[in-house]
Structures are given as C-alpha cells and as structure tokens.
C-alpha cells in the first residue's frame, strides 16, 4: 500500500486552495487519501478537514530541520510529492526515510505560473489529465447551523466581499466597496459578509459605519473553521486578490476577482467559478507582480459584473 505524504511551502491560503485539485489527483492516483504537510498560515486543517482525500494534517514548521523530520518519520510514508524546488524539503522527505520523492526542478520555480506549474508537475507524476477545478469539501449540518444563525435566506443576496488583501497595493479602496454595496443595495435586498481577519478591523469598522453597515456582518473574529459553512450557503463573492475569495469559488460560489497587482494568469484562470476585472489599460496576461493599479480598477466595470453574477 502507497502511503503518500504532500508537502506545500507556499504560505498563504490562496495557493492552499489552488493545489486542492492535485491533492485529489494524487489521492485518486494512488487509491488511498493522502496526508499533507503544510504551514500553519495556509489554514489547511480547516480548509480541508472534511476532506474525503486528506487523511492528516501535519504543520510544517518554518525552521526546525529535525524537528519536521522527527514529526514525519515515524509515519513511514513511502511516497512524497514535494510542491516546491526546496533543496531543504526534499533532504527533510529522504531523511525522513521516503523513498520515492517527487518534486520540482531545484531552485527551478522563480517566475514561473503558480497554477501552471503545479498542474504540470501533477501530471507528469501520476501520467494522467487532472481536473484542476478545486473543491472544499464541508459539513452539511454547520451549513445549515450557519443559515440558521445568520438567518441566510434566498430572498436576500448574501454575498462574501473579500476586502482584504496579503498587501495595500492589493486592496481596492473600501470607499469603492462602500459606494458599490451602496449601488447593489439599490437593485436588490443584500447582506453583506466581510471577509478579513484581524488585521482587517479598520476597513471592516469603515463599512459598519457606513450607509450600508447594518446589512453587514463580520468575519473577523471567526476561524476560518467557521467562515466556510457561512460562505458556503451564500450566492457570490467580491473580492480582492485574497484567500477568502479562493475559497469562495472552491465551495462553488461565483465569483468575481480584482486583480490589480498580481498574476490572474497564476491565480485566477484556473477555475471556471472565478470571473476577472483588471486595472484599465491591462489585460489579463498583462497584469501581474509590480502592476500597482488599484486606482486603475474601473468601478462601473464592478458594478456591472456584480450585477451580472446576482442576475
């Protein structure tokens, strides 16, 4: 039997849930659910805790050699599929005593299409088509608790706003999420869920305060355990560039993405549920690292595809 161990480098949760698509393949490839390595930034033993696919979840620390070997080793797996040109995670997978190690070119990935490169390598390894639409597996009855306490109806538009980004150059500015949740509410009866952590508290309290905060609710100070059931049971996400929007399309949501200083070649074309608005005067293949067009997003661009998606 084919004990396989998938180990991800990437920190956020965006690209968590981008690789969700080779995790299944890897598990269907070998007939038995697979354990996954990863960081504990990336959420993964929330994301994918109802998991059919995912046996463990296991925190790849981000120093500690030994210590990320001494965690593995004694599950005596005997594949790894390494997501990563990591010199460093490769060594830690044959000291671990995997024999068979899969993984990217070393020192390899620099530039490349995040997306693109791990459906490559994907398969290569199992020599097969992968279907790379990416699925969040999650548990009915915390859906139905969530539609429940929030009270989620069909005769409102419920709607996951991912204003949050991994950076400022990433963020459209809550004043345009402002006037646009202004302008939706106008076509239609809307509840508004703000998808950001922490961090995020200032733009969160902006919108509270707004014209439309009391058809608003906060994600805040939720898991992310407890934000995917609520997503789940809503209509469509807007979003920023971020892990909220990422997953809302993994759990089936349409859901329409600004790119404004990032790939949405690597981050957005790989699932048929994400629609993209780029800065004016780029095009999709255009934009990318360094683009810094948040001002560039046109708002009547936004504006009509929300509506379009609510339609």
């Not at 671990?96 to 490559?120: D, L, M, P, Q, V």
């Not at 200032?202 to 305060?209: A, M």
């Not at 399309?249 to 957005?268: E, H, I, N, R, V």
Request: aromatic share 10%; with cysteine.
């Amino acid at each position: 039997m084919s004990k396989a161990l998938v180990v991800i480098k990437s920190m956020g949760i965006g690209d968590l849930v981008i690789l969700i698509a080779n995790i299944h393949a890897i598990s269907k490839s070998i007939n038995e659910p697979v354990t996954v390595l990863a960081q504990k930034s990336t959420h993964a033993s929330e994301i994918l805790k109802n998991d059919p696919y995912v046996e463990e979840i296991i925190e790849l620390d981000k120093k500690g050699f030994f210590n990320i070997i001494k965690k593995i080793q004694s599950k005596k797996f005997t594949t790894s599929y390494i997501y990563s040109d990591s010199l460093r995670l490769y060594l830690i997978a044959r000291f671990s005593g995997i024999r068979e190690n899969f993984h990217y070119t070393f020192f390899s990935k620099k530039g490349k299409n995040f997306f693109n490169t791990a459906k490559s390598f994907t398969e290569k390894v199992i020599n097969n088509k992968i279907n790379h639409q990416p699925k969040i597996y999650f548990n009915t009855d915390e859906k139905n608790k969530a539609i429940k306490k929030f009270n989620i109806s069909s005769k409102i538009n419920n709607i996951v706003c991912g204003i949050s980004a991994s950076g400022p150059t990433k963020k459209w500015d809550v004043q345009n999420y402002i006037k646009l949740f202004e302008n939706i509410n106008n076509k239609f009866p809307c509840r508004f869920f703000l998808a950001g952590g922490n961090e995020d508290k200032n733009l969160i309290s902006k919108i509270l305060n707004s014209s439309v905060g009391q058809g608003c609710v906060s994600f805040a100070d939720m898991s992310i355990a407890e934000v995917v059931p609520i997503i789940s049971a809503c209509k469509i996400c807007i979003s920023n560039d971020t892990g909220f929007a990422h997953i809302s399309a993994a759990l089936g949501l349409k859901t329409l993405m600004l790119f404004m200083d990032s790939p949405p070649l690597a981050y957005g074309a790989y699932s048929k549920n994400i629609s993209i608005i780029v800065p004016d005067d780029e095009t999709i293949e255009s934009c990318g690292h360094n683009t810094r067009g948040k001002d560039k997003i046109s708002f009547d661009k936004v504006l009509n595809k929300s509506l379009e998606l609510l339609n």
